[in-house]
């Protein structure tokens, strides 16, 4: 079944602990992104990436690193976290960056 | 500033009847255009698509009309169906740029039996 994957779903942790969310894709798609949700703002994006070790800042960068070491996998990486990355992660993979996207099913992240 | 705007935040239809989600754009050379349907606890999922090259696409229930010339789109559902509800996000591609995808805020329909 093609998917999207994301690990861990739920995920609550104190500010300035390094945590890493993982993503990985069976569809062989070159491109994949990493957007956040929070309410009334809708999805922005943190960061794509448009090959194995190619990635660029997003929308929302500040405070998150990727990395895209295998063309299945894309972690995200927040070094220190802060309260205000408190949201819903989605991660996407597409195989063209203007064409349909698949997400998968979200992490939520709370940092208290 | 907003480059996709949904101005509606929520929608409430009765079951049966036509549901209309709206969708403006400020950039005038975005050509490609998307609607995304997410159920809560899911990720967003694909729904329906068109390019500026067309002002009408249609797939079963659901229609999607673009009005360039007013920067305008709308998804339109007939018949809205319970399971219809969700929240829609419209979203906006240049394809000729290395600009990404732009999503609009969401709106939530609430379809009533």
Not at chain 1, 44 to 68: A, L
Request: aromatic share 12%; hydrophobic share 30%.
């Amino acid at each position: 079944e093609a998917q999207v994957t994301q690990n861990p779903r739920y995920l609550i942790t104190v500010t300035g602990k390094k945590l890493t969310v993982t993503c990985s894709q069976n569809m062989n798609h070159e491109y994949m992104s990493w957007y956040r949700q929070d309410p009334g703002l809708g999805l922005r994006q943190i960061y794509y990436s448009m090959n194995v070790e190619v990635t660029d800042k997003g929308d929302v960068p500040e405070g998150y690193k990727v990395s895209r070491k295998e063309k299945r996998n894309f972690p995200l990486i927040l070094e220190s976290p802060s309260p205000n990355q408190t949201s819903l992660y989605f991660c996407a993979s597409t195989p063209n960056r203007h064409g349909e996207q698949y997400f998968g099913p979200g992490t939520r992240l709370t940092v208290t | 500033d907003q480059q996709v705007k949904q101005n509606s935040p929520s929608l409430s239809v009765q079951e049966g009847r036509i549901s209309i989600l709206n969708c403006d754009y400020t950039n005038s050379m975005f050509d490609y255009f998307l609607w995304y349907k997410k159920y809560p606890a899911e990720g967003p999922t694909f729904l329906i698509s068109i390019s500026s090259i067309k002002d009408k696409n249609e797939d079963g229930r659901f229609t999607v009309f673009l009005n360039k010339s007013a920067k305008h789109l709308s998804l339109h559902i007939v018949p809205s169906q319970p399971g219809d509800s969700a929240v829609y996000f419209c979203a906006a591609s240049d394809r000729g740029s290395q600009g990404n995808l732009i999503f609009g805020k969401g709106t939530k329909l609430s379809v009533k039996p």
